[in-house]
């Protein structure tokens, strides 16, 4: 009965915390010592389906440096999205974005990025639906173009946001990349203020 359980999250103020304690949950539907207890500590149970927003799937690709997979997802839902009517498409411009900067199109992900942080303000789209993934986009972008000033004003825009809604796995991104641009930039001090920070705001993600 468990492997044909889904576990869904399509409410509409998820964040990615929860996203992740699901699919923990998924991966491990029933404690370790109960299924030892019943003599099914080897068949490695997990819930049959996990159903979340496509966007947190494409984040968290994306934060694990996994292009393959982000290419995949992004294929799977452009058709969907688009057929969506009347919404902006964030999040196939986000993913799209992502995915440029992944294949090094920086211009590309530049261009994707700006249009979603300009949506994102008409539509006052803050806290947890703030746009983080596009504006790591961009600041990565900056960085690659030694335009260390610009990526660190992206940062500095969305990373309280990022802390003050718990929205833990960005605040280490932007954190870890504010250290690597003070790093670029010889601020040491800077640089390794942003790592014991990182530190904290990762001991935070389950």
């Not at 790093?183 to 001991?203: D, F, K, N, T």
Request: charged share 25%; with cysteine; glycine share 6%.
């Amino acid at each position: 009965a468990v492997t044909c359980i889904d576990l869904t999250t399509l409410s509409g103020d998820d964040t990615e915390e929860r996203v992740r304690r699901l699919c923990a949950k998924a991966r491990h539907p029933i404690r370790e010592d109960l299924l030892h207890a019943l003599g099914m500590g080897d068949l490695h149970l997990t819930t049959g389906a996990i159903c979340v927003y496509h966007r947190y799937v494409a984040s968290s690709a994306f934060l694990l440096e996994d292009l393959a997979k982000l290419n995949e997802i992004s294929k799977i839902i452009e058709n969907f999205e688009k057929q969506q009517g009347g919404y902006p498409l964030m999040g196939i411009h986000a993913i799209s974005a992502m995915v440029a900067l992944g294949e090094g199109r920086y211009t590309d992900a530049r261009d994707l990025a700006l249009y979603i942080l300009e949506l994102s303000r008409k539509y006052n789209y803050a806290g947890i639906s703030a746009p983080y993934d596009a504006a790591y986009v961009l600041a990565e972008v900056y960085r690659e173009a030694r335009e260390e000033r610009a990526a660190l004003k992206v940062i500095e825009e969305f990373l309280p946001q990022a802390r003050k809604y718990e929205m833990h796995p960005w605040s280490v991104a932007f954190l870890a990349k504010s250290a690597l641009i003070q790093m670029q930039r010889g601020s040491v001090v800077e640089a390794m203020e942003s790592i014991r920070l990182a530190r904290i705001e990762s001991s935070k993600t389950p």
